[in-house]
């Protein structure tokens, strides 16, 4: 590694919210381990959620990443750089980045990048980098445990993320479509926790992850076995931690949701509404947008890759804003989840296969 190459995720004013700020700086990570450089966490000292709390950083962080790229060259590498080098994988957009800027025999230079362009699928690579810097943040071990210690694990945890507080008020289903940061109706949390519990026969526990008021919570929680982490001091991390590990999410129209959807092997449940229908009889989130519907979007890519290929798996779940909730979803939660007490490796034990002989 070169003492004078860094990549850099740039932050826009004075930050953003966790959702936002990961996606450049797990794309300043891949880039960093291709070109032998040094990774810098976004400059959160300004921001005022302040996260340089959790993650370490200083509080003139900011004013290091402005002397740093005073004192050195600074590339950037942008949206057009990806979409130029092929899309896709960010890995391969930076590898054929590297040789047109002859990044690789330079021996000083920050590699700035920003943006949330690109979604999940191209970072791919970075998503147990950026789980472990979740679990390694200041507070989250310590409020995961406190969390352990709520749930009962013979049920299945079905995280809610209620979001509220900083976003657009509800609307009416028809408006949400193609909407981002607008709050989803509380009613539509309730519909959806009353069809799981209702079709589980009680053998379920609701985490609720809220920036809401309690009292704004009580109804969606009336009469249902629920756990909530609002009280949790400094939970930004654990929180996102907590709803990925869920065995069943229902998710926010957020950045924060998708973190959590991606760094989960669960399935998990969108707001129909808010999906983009296809005339191929398809729905996406982001398919509405022009970059999506040709290549290289991921979007048109999956589209591709669907057509003549029967049932695909899957592990999203688009809901109606009747908030019922397909027996499907709800098998393949408890297929996922297991139970720990009869697991092999926790001295469990399995069924035996005919003819199956231990060795």
């Not at 370490?56 to 590339?75: E, F, I, N, Y």
């Not at 054929?96 to 002859?102: D, I």
């Not at 920036?211 to 991390?237: I, N, T, Y």
């Not at 029967?310 to 709800?330: E, H």
Request: charged share 20%; proline share 6%; aromatic share 10%.
């Amino acid at each position: 590694m070169s003492r004078f190459r860094y990549c850099l995720p740039e932050v826009a004013g004075r930050g953003a919210g966790l959702g936002n700020e990961m996606i450049p700086w797990a794309r300043a990570f891949l880039a960093a381990q291709l070109l032998g450089a040094r990774t810098l966490a976004p400059a959160f000292g300004l921001n005022p959620r302040r996260y340089w709390r959790h993650f370490g950083s200083s509080r003139l962080d900011w004013l290091g990443h402005r002397a740093l790229k005073a004192a050195l060259p600074v590339v950037a590498f942008t949206e057009s750089d990806y979409l130029r080098h092929g899309g896709g994988d960010v890995v391969s957009a930076l590898r054929g980045f590297a040789r047109e800027q002859s990044l690789m025999t330079r021996k000083a230079f920050v590699l700035s990048t920003g943006g949330m362009w690109g979604g999940m699928q191209h970072i791919e690579a970075a998503r147990g980098h950026m789980a472990s810097l979740l679990y390694q943040s200041r507070f989250a071990a310590g409020n995961l445990l406190r969390l352990r210690e709520r749930l009962n694990p013979g049920r299945l945890t079905v995280g809610l993320h209620v979001r509220q507080g900083d976003f657009e008020p509800a609307r009416a289903p028809a408006a949400y479509r193609g909407q981002f940061n607008v709050a989803l109706p509380l009613a539509w949390y309730r519909r959806v926790a009353a069809s799981i519990h209702q079709q589980l026969d009680g053998a379920v526990q609701f985490l609720i992850v809220s920036d809401a008021r309690p009292e704004q919570l009580q109804d969606l929680s009336r009469g249902l076995p629920c756990v909530f982490s609002g009280d949790l001091p400094d939970s930004d991390c654990s929180d996102l931690l907590a709803l990925a590990e869920a065995d069943l999410l229902v998710c926010s129209i957020s950045s924060y949701s998708v973190w959590a959807a991606f760094l989960s092997r669960a399935p998990y449940l969108w707001y129909g509404p808010n999906l983009h229908e296809h005339p191929e009889g398809f729905l996406s989130i982001w398919g509405h947008e022009p970059g999506q519907q040709a290549e290289p979007g991921g979007t048109f890519r999956a589209l591709q890759a669907c057509q003549g290929a029967g049932r695909l798996p899957r592990r999203c779940f688009a809901i109606a804003d009747d908030g019922q909730v397909s027996a499907q979803a709800l098998e393949l939660a408890w297929q996922l989840k297991g139970r720990a007490e009869t697991d092999l490796i926790r001295y469990g034990v399995i069924p035996a296969a005919p003819g199956m002989e231990a060795g």
